[in-house]
DNA sequence: CTGTTAGCGCTTTCAA
DNA sequence: TTGAAAGCGCTAACAG
């Protein structure tokens, strides 16, 4: 008991049921090419009758465009993810491009998988969210483009790689943040979502180098931590930040321990939404209470984060223009706009805000 | 100085190359058929010296399956759908089947659109979180299955479609909730985030009616919240359910007028992440507090509910699993398992969990 | 302005 | 086993 349905419809059916030539019914229905009124109308008309629809598949077969963007990012179900797909889908949309998104689990050989599919796909460009570390782990990347396919960077740049890059300043963002802890007072402010490393570093150096060697935004905001460190003059004592895993778990007990410390912490600077709730359950846990005891400011505002008790001051992240921004100069690269500058990346850095709210006070006597 | 590229090898270049027929070089690309071990090495060598990609849209061309599957979502930026898109991406693709994602912005007319897009795009099944109310408004959807290409409905059922749907309870869902605040002891309890009319209706039936001209979702979890009314013998008031556009604003004048009433509401049921928000906002700017003097439990739970103070009792979804599940439904679709029986659709509801948390408390006396 | 013809790159009979 | 040739549905020259 299966419903009855022929083989839809193709476009010589059309022309024969309005009995023109195929080329006429492929420029009427193309919408190129001229086509007298008369002839026009009939083919609507057979087209109509038959219920129609181009083959897209076919169409790019022998236009070589698909009017596809690829979309690569760590993974979709993240709420920051979402909104700059969100911004990419919408950006694209208007323009007549479709997406096709691609979740790597933050893991480089699913990038690289990834980013052949989109390949085989033969979509018109890519944007992607690389986990890449330098250009000796993007050849992926070039390989798109020498392949014809253009791709820009969004929410992570890669060091070394020309390409163009939408993206926030997450040293600046960062700075501007523990900044604000440091003059409330703060001068044991802990750094919670350091570096994935296992064992502590006992040099600053070490530190930095460690992030030198994961995600690219995670390196920045370190490095911004510490720019607000040296500006204060305050000293760098690594017992401050928070390495291994990158888990709210591993969160929670880092920061326990700092709160913990002879010395302890009195004000935190968390990167990301994970490490904030990681921050707040430690807080709670060690019956600390915010701000009175300690001061927090996180990444990645939300909606949430206002109503929570206190209101918590966060780093607003443009997510949807960080999507619809990356769309737009890749739509450019498409439509042949010159590529980045061989004396360095086009760099187009978003602004951020740093939404006041309650949860930064002095440090208690 | 653009970067030399020339066109991407063809297989028959690759046959060239190797010095082989084309179908031979075809079929050791493509993995069918025979082909000796000798000539197979070969066409494997020429391949790979010359960078071969195999053109997935040409394939596709000739199969006839684009292995692709269309997801359309009302807003691929909201958390929720984010998890059910991931969901549904992560399934297909470890099936070897990529996505397609539009959001239709809660626009039934945009959903139809997209349906033709994916239509086009020869995509080999679609699921979709239909805003359509009924068989009258969901025409888009026969006319894919009409084409042959198998329709899955996550999230959100269209009563009177016979069609495979991956939900959730949401009437038993919300019953539950709503018995819970009861069964603390409350006898007035709000409902936030109702049906979107302009007036407030005098009547029961008036409002079931609405709420049934509207999301389904929606009108599930008010008939559940109705339903937990009636079991516990408590009379319905229209004062107490939100009406009006659903947004934060809308939502925190409601919650400020339940709350400013005579006989006030001392419980709220949000059924969605903004009812919460503002109802909490409102709680606030009231100088309420919960649960002393409001409880509250809200849908769609998330790491922050955890860490408010207090704790938000919460309903949660399994949003990775409707996915997956969607996604597993209609794989099996297209390899050809029967479809919804003719007695009735498929209904695969998944189980949502009441997270009790601290936001219940007995009403202040 | 319209129709004919030749591909786009791949799969798939069909002979050899 | 392998190769030649036809065809998927559409666009794009090129005549007419």
């Not at 460690?210 to 370190?222: K, Q």
């Amino acid at each position: 008991m299966t419903v009855e349905r022929s083989a839809p419809p193709t476009i010589s059916e059309v022309a024969a049921e309005a009995g023109v030539g195929r080329a006429t019914a492929a420029r009427t229905l193309g919408g190129y090419g001229y086509v007298s009124p008369e002839l026009r109308s009939r083919v609507l008309a057979a087209a109509e009758r038959l219920g129609y629809r181009a083959n897209a598949l076919a169409r790019s077969m022998s236009t070589g465009v698909s009017h596809t963007l690829g979309v690569i990012v760590a993974d979709i179900g993240n709420p920051f993810f979402a909104g700059v797909v969100r911004g990419i889908s919408d950006a694209s949309r208007a323009r007549g491009f479709d997406t096709i998104v691609l979740s790597t689990h933050e893991s480089l050989d699913e990038e690289i998988a990834a980013m052949h599919v989109l390949i085989d796909k033969q979509v018109d460009g890519i944007v992607v969210a690389s986990a890449a570390l330098g250009p000796k782990t993007s050849a992926h990347i070039a390989e798109a483009w020498s392949r014809g396919i253009p791709v820009v960077l969004v929410d992570r740049a890669v060091p070394g790689l020309e390409l163009d890059a939408v993206v926030i300043d997450n040293r600046e963002a960062a700075r501007e943040a523990v900044t604000a802890l440091i003059a409330a007072g703060h001068r044991r402010v802990g750094f919670v979502w350091g570096p994935p490393i296992a064992g502590r570093p006992d040099r600053r150096r070490d530190l930095v180098d460690a992030a030198a060697r994961n995600l690219w935004t995670d390196g920045e905001r370190l490095r911004g931590y510490l720019d607000a460190l040296d500006d204060a003059g305050l000293p760098f004592d690594a017992d401050l930040v928070m390495v291994g895993e990158k888990t709210e778990e591993r969160a929670i007990a880092e920061v326990e321990r700092m709160l913990g410390l002879d010395d302890r912490v009195t004000a935190l600077f968390c990167t990301e939404t994970d490490a904030v709730t990681g921050a707040l359950r430690a807080i709670r846990a060690t019956g600390f209470r915010v701000p009175a005891d300690v001061s927090l400011i996180g990444f990645d505002d939300s909606s949430w984060a206002a109503v929570m008790e206190p209101p918590l001051t966060m780093i607003e992240q443009p997510m949807l223009a960080l999507g619809t921004r990356a769309a737009e100069v890749l739509l450019a690269l498409i439509d042949g706009a010159p590529r980045s500058q061989p004396d360095g990346a086009f760099r187009h850095t978003l602004d951020t805000r740093l939404v006041e709210r309650s949860s930064v006070a002095p440090p208690s006597a």
